[in-house]
C-alpha cells in the first residue's frame, strides 16, 4: 500500500511540474512515506531524518515532507523531533501534496495535514488516474480500499488509515484497463481486508468475487492477485472465482496471527482455529496446487508456552508454502500496547526463531515437491543474483529462475522445475 501511494504522490508532484531525482543529493523535495505497523520502521524513519538534516543546512531551499502512517500519528512528535520538516502529510488524502509542496517554496511555517475521513462507510471517488503517461510497468498494484474497520487490538491501522472505505468499481475497471493498455499485464488489488470490499458504494454492494470477475474481462489482463484478505469474510464465492476464473492466481496470503483460539480472541480476530482451518481445507478441495501463505505474530501480551505451541501445531497442519512471522511490538495508542502482561523480548526472540525454523523446513519440503512439475512463470526480467538468468512468478507465487532469451521478458512461459531451494525455484524454458 505504501509502495502504491509513493506512486501516486510521485504523480502528484510530476502534476505541478517536478521530475523524478536520480539521488537524494540532486533532490529539491524529499518525501518519506513512512509505516507505523512495527516499532522498527518507525525508528528508522526518525533515524533518517536525521541523516537528512546535513542535506537541509547545506541546501536552505530543500524542501521536507513527512508522509504516511506515522505522519498520520505522529505528527507532533515529528515537529519537535525534526524541525528541519516542512510538513507531515497522512493518510487521508494525499491530493493535498502539491498545495503543501507549493506553501513549503513560499514560507519554512511547519504544516500538519492529518483529516482522515470522518464517516464509516465513505467511498473513494477521489484517487487520480495514476500511471498515465508513467513508464509501463508489468506488474501494477491498484488500491481498491482503503482503512480497516476490523480493530485488531494489536493494530494501529484503523488509527493510521480510517475506517473501511471502497472505491467504485467502474473507477477500478477504468483504472485497470488504462494500466493494461501501458503495459501491465499482472495487478494486484490492495486493501487491508480486501474481501470485504464492496460495501457501501452507490451501485449497491459490490461483493469482492464479482469484481474479480468483472476485472478479469480486460483484455491482455494476464493475471490477477490480491493482499490480503481477511478470514472472517472469506466466502464460498470467492473460492470458487478462485477456481473457476483462470486470470485470478491460484495463490492466497491469508493471515492467521495465532493458532490458538484465546489468542485469536485476545487480538480481536474474528475467527476461530477450526473456521480458519476450514477455509484452508476449502481452498485446498477445490485448487488442489494452491499456493498459500500467511502472517504469524508471536509474544502477543500473555501468550502462553501452550498457545505459542498452539500456533506451531496449526503450522505444521497447514504446511504453509511461505510466511511473515512477526514478534509483537508494542504500538502505542492500541488495547495490547496498554496491557501489562508484556511478554520479555528474549522469550518472543526464542518463538520466533522456533517458528521460523520450522517454517523454513515446511517451505524446503513444499517446494521439493515442485520438481518436475512445468509451471506457467510471468517473466519479469533477469535475477538481480545472476543476470544470465531470467526471473519470474509461477501462478502459485513461487520465484522461478532459468535461463532463457531476454525477449521472453514481459510474457509468459513454462517452465520445468529441476531444482528447489528455500526462497525458490529453477527450471527450463519449455
Ligand atoms: S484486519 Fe486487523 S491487522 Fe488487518 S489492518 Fe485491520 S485492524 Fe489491522
Redesign the pocket.
Known sequence: MNEEDSEQMGLYLEGIGYTRANSIIEAEVILLNTCSVRKKPEDKAFSLLGEIEPLRLAKPGLIIGVCGCMAQARADEIKRRAPHVDFVLGTGDLGQLPGLVEEAAQSRKFQKRVMLPERKGNIVEDVPQRHLGRAAKLKSFVPIQYG?D???T??I??TTRGRERSRPTADIVEEVSTLVQGGTREVTLLG??VNSYGKNLLEGRVPFSALLEKLSEIPNLERIRFM?P?PRDFRADLISTIRDCPKVMESCHL?LQSGDNDMLKEMH?LYTVESYLEIIDTLRAEIPNIGLTTDIIVGFPGETDEQFENTLKVMEQVRFDGAYMFAYSIRPGTPAGDRKDQIPEDVKKQRLATLIDRQNQITCEINETYLGRTLEVLVEGTSPRNPDKLQGFSRESKVVHFSGPVSRIGRLAKVQITGSKQYGLSGELV
Open positions: 480497516c476490523k480493530f485488531c494489536f493494530c491501522v484503523p487491508q481486508t490480503s481477511y493471515p480476530r
